[in-house]
């Protein structure tokens, strides 16, 4: 029944036929065989399959609840910060079953901590009783310098053996596969850490190396620096490794020399999983000091579900070093609006693999998401919502493979060179995507050797100059499919994975028909619907 529907759908698009109104894109598109399809450059480039974002690796329901309840607390009226702490660690020190140590149930009313809570084993979920009025609250104590309210980070760093060089003269965005000298020493299920140079010529190529604020030169990305990629082999033929997730940036030996980069085996002893924090508020003073929500690193398989930050600033941090990670209907809040020249963020991710899904960020002043410097996506922004004064901007020195898909945003979308703005953050974006998003102004620009795309989107068309625009196809007019990610996630795992997710009946939808999401589950009554 999916596939007669989509080779359907697919008939209708190419043909102007009526099933639908809205256009194909030409470069994802139904084809006759009811699938996508992928336009490439002139060396290969294409779109990514961005599917492999968000907990799991995509389409797996978050395990809410799934933890057993170990440790129950109720308020104090002081200070609660060593009564929570010592639960965590409580629980921290729990066996492992099935992934899962325990559960921290916070009852409902106010928790006040005056130093930040730390999680750093797996298996551990924080829960409240509801992100909204009569659940559970975590507020912060005015210190005066600000603090973080939640630390989640395993320890170490990833340790490297078996190092090959990549024999490919060039890899092309988007592409799953790699030649290595030798793959003898490799099997399928090993983790890669992939390894990019970041040479005299790639900087001097992406114009990065004229950089000057206050007459001062700027750095963008340090010469010898290593841009790496985390992924797993999923299948060897002879020296080709195909990897679990396309790689996002393209590998030029133009401009890296040979070989364009290197393959390790790695493992990550101390990186946790399988932790969460749900169903809360996160109260801040409020002001103009800056108060964290939740941090991340160091870890895979994670979640943060119907968490509210109000009043936090840099509210939630995704690090470099995580891995498969979910936000789901988070919101931040800030009733104060900040003028401050270096502005906050809601919503910051440098991590790979990593979805929010449902969020939103409501204040002014505030950048409502940014990635951070030299990480490699895949990440996708699904169905998020601004009220900012500031677009959705990727920030500083290079991240690659994002995908900002459906949502309104009140100012709309920025992928551009920021050159010396920030101390030189320079070409923020490559390889990006804004799909059928709502919002006020697009800029989205092409970094040298580099494409973005900017297609079905509804608002005005902005430039960079002198950067060259990126790709902007059918602007005012949203495309099918309604949902990229829902699509492509719908295709590599079925129409089962998109429900899990809570969109069920997503699959080979036009845009105006996109089946709202389900709202998760939560022991308060304060959960939020799909955002309007």
Not at 111 to 117: G, R
Not at 319 to 330: F, N
Not at 398 to 420: C, K
Not at 423 to 451: D, E, K, L, M, Y
Request: glycine share 12%; aromatic share 8%.
């Amino acid at each position: 029944m999916k596939q007669s529907f989509r080779k359907l759908l697919a008939l209708s698009c190419l043909s102007g036929g009526a099933l639908f109104a809205q256009p194909a894109s030409a470069w994802v598109y139904f084809s006759n065989d009811g699938l996508l399809h992928y336009a490439t450059d002139n060396r290969g480039n294409r779109i990514m399959d961005f599917s492999g974002s968000g907990y799991m690796g995509g389409g797996v329901a978050l395990p809410d609840q799934a933890a057993p309840v170990q440790q129950i607390l109720d308020p104090s009226g002081g200070d609660d910060t060593a009564a929570i702490q010592a639960a965590i660690d409580a629980v921290s020190a729990l066996p492992l079953v099935d992934g899962f140590r325990g559960m921290v149930l916070l009852n409902a009313g106010q928790f006040n901590i005056s130093q930040p809570l730390k999680i750093s084993a797996s298996g551990v979920v924080v829960s409240g009783s509801g992100s909204g009025d009569g659940g559970t609250v975590i507020a912060l104590l005015d210190d005066g310098t600000g603090f973080h309210g939640i630390d989640i980070s395993g320890n170490g760093f990833y340790v490297t053996s078996h190092t090959v060089g990549i024999i490919d003269l060039y890899v092309p965005s988007g592409s799953n596969t790699i030649t290595v000298a030798n793959a003898s020493g490799f099997a399928v299920g090993d983790s890669l850490l992939i390894s990019r140079p970041v040479t005299q010529d790639w900087v001097h190529f992406m114009g990065m190396d004229t950089l000057v604020r206050n007459g001062q030169p700027q750095t963008w990305i340090p010469v010898g620096h290593q841009i790496t990629t985390d992924r797993t082999i999923a299948a060897i033929q002879g020296n080709t490794l195909t990897l679990d997730v396309a790689v996002t940036d393209s590998f030029d030996s133009a401009y890296l020399g040979t070989p364009v980069g290197t393959v390790s085996k790695y493992t990550f002893p101390g990186r946790i999983s399988q932790v969460g924090v749900e169903h809360l508020m996160i109260l801040a003073p409020q002001g103009t000091t800056v108060y964290d929500a939740i941090t991340m690193d160091n870890i895979i398989d994670s979640w943060i579900l119907d968490v509210v930050g109000q009043e936090t600033m840099n509210a939630f941090e995704i690090g470099g070093r995580a891995k498969r990670i979910t936000l789901d209907t988070v919101s931040n809040n800030i009733s104060v609006p900040q003028t401050n020249s270096a502005a906050p963020t809601a919503f910051s991710v440098t991590g790979t693999q990593v979805l929010l899904n449902n969020c939103q960020a409501n204040s002014l002043g505030v950048w409502p998401f940014v990635t951070g410097s030299t990480g490699t996506g895949p990440t996708v922004v699904l169905n998020f919502s601004t009220t900012e004064n500031h677009p959705l901007e990727p920030h500083q020195r290079w991240y690659t493979g994002l995908l900002t898909d459906n949502g309104v945003l009140n100012s709309g979308v920025s992928y551009i060179n920021r050159r010396t703005a920030g101390s030189g953050h320079g070409w923020a974006i490559g390889w990006a995507v804004a799909w059928n998003v709502t919002g006020g102004r697009f800029i989205v620009s092409a970094a040298p050797g580099t494409q973005s795309w900017c297609i079905g989107c509804m608002g005005a068309m902005g430039t960079n100059p002198p950067d060259a625009d990126g790709i902007f196809e059918s602007l005012g007019t949203a495309v099918t499919p309604a949902s990229l990610y829902l699509e492509q996630l719908c295709e590599r795992l079925g129409a089962d994975a998109a429900a899990s997710i809570g969109y069920p009946g997503v699959c080979g939808q036009a845009p105006q028909n996109l089946t709202p999401r389900l709202p998760p589950q939560s022991r308060g009554n304060s959960v939020r619907g799909r955002l309007p």
